[in-house]
């Protein structure tokens, strides 16, 4: 896993910045109800740095945005964003009261999880903080979005793959276990994120693709055949990434 905590500067540079973020919040916003007659709460988890979590509270003003993450870096980049509204906090053990929030997101965390009692402790989580009628919305499949079709995914067809924790299927087995009911789904774009061979490179070479640590022999391997492809810097399509949302019972 990626240490956060030194990827925090670079992160949104390197991840789409604010136009993936304004398609993000957007898509997740489109998922979550009003709730009428009184301010409604919303748990970012795994917040990052925050630059999603503040468009969500400015594109709702009666929202109360909350936001958590696990790397103190992240922590403050985000609380700098939000003063007063982002702690420190691990998703799988939050510091917060049974049916706390109307609203519980979590944007690019659960294929982070590779444990499945990881996957299971965050997912319960985000389920206890819900209050009931109140809407839980994932990221899932992130992996599988960066599959855009490409010559750069041909090359890496054939790379060694581990099951993904965001499968959707995997998510929505786990949510119904919880009692959390399906209520819609919404895609957004990567502004920003299509690959290029030359950036694929570095990011095999990072240990960045699964199984295929940067010491790898096969690492090189891959790396020599992306190197043979034309228009090193060219960015092939953006993928498109899927928001599922789940419902808890009244």
Same mark, same amino acid.
């Given at each position: 896993m990626l240490d956060y905590d030194k990827e925090a500067d670079v992160?949104?540079?390197?991840? @789409?910045? =604010?136009?993936?973020? =304004?398609?993000?919040?957007?898509?997740?916003?489109?998922?979550?109800?009003?709730?009428?007659g009184r301010p409604a709460r919303l748990l970012d988890a795994a917040c990052g740095t925050g630059i999603v979590t503040r468009r969500l509270a400015a594109a709702r003003p009666g929202l109360r945005v909350t936001g958590t993450d696990l790397a103190p870096a992240m922590v403050r980049m985000a609380g700098a964003r939000m003063p007063g509204a982002?702690?420190?906090? %691990?998703s799988r053990r939050l510091p917060f009261?049974?049916?706390? /929030?109307?609203?519980?997101?979590?944007?690019?965390?659960? !294929?982070?999880?590779? =444990?499945?009692?990881?996957?299971?402790?965050?997912l319960g989580e985000c389920a206890r903080v819900l209050r009931p009628g109140g809407v839980y919305v994932t990221t899932v499949d992130k992996a599988r979005a960066h599959d855009v079709g490409?010559?750069?995914?041909?090359?890496?067809?054939?790379?060694?793959?581990?099951?993904?924790? %965001?499968?959707?299927?995997t998510v929505a087995a786990h949510a119904a276990g919880l009692g959390l009911v399906p209520c819609g789904e919404a895609v957004f774009p990567?502004? @920003?994120?299509?690959?290029?061979p030359a950036s694929t490179i570095d990011d095999l070479?990072? @240990?960045? /693709?699964?199984l295929l640590r940067s010491d790898d022999p096969r690492t090189e391997a891959?790396?020599? +055949?992306?190197?043979?492809?034309? %228009?090193? !810097?060219?960015?092939?399509?953006?993928?498109? /990434?899927?928001? +599922?949302a789940f419902r808890k019972p009244e």
């Open positions: 992160y949104d540079a390197s991840r @789409g910045g =604010e136009p993936r973020a =304004e398609a993000a919040a957007r898509a997740v916003l489109g998922l979550i109800p009003g709730v009428p982002v702690l420190r906090a %691990d009261a049974d049916a706390s /929030f109307d609203a519980v997101t979590t944007v690019w965390l659960l !294929h982070l999880l590779a =444990e499945p009692a990881d996957l299971r402790a965050a490409s010559d750069i995914d041909g090359v890496l067809a054939t790379r060694p793959l581990r099951p993904a924790p %965001d499968a959707a299927g990567g502004t @920003g994120q299509g690959r290029t070479r990072r @240990g960045w /693709f699964g891959f790396a020599a +055949r992306l190197a043979r492809l034309p %228009d090193q !810097h060219r960015h092939r399509p953006d993928p498109v /990434f899927t928001l +599922r």
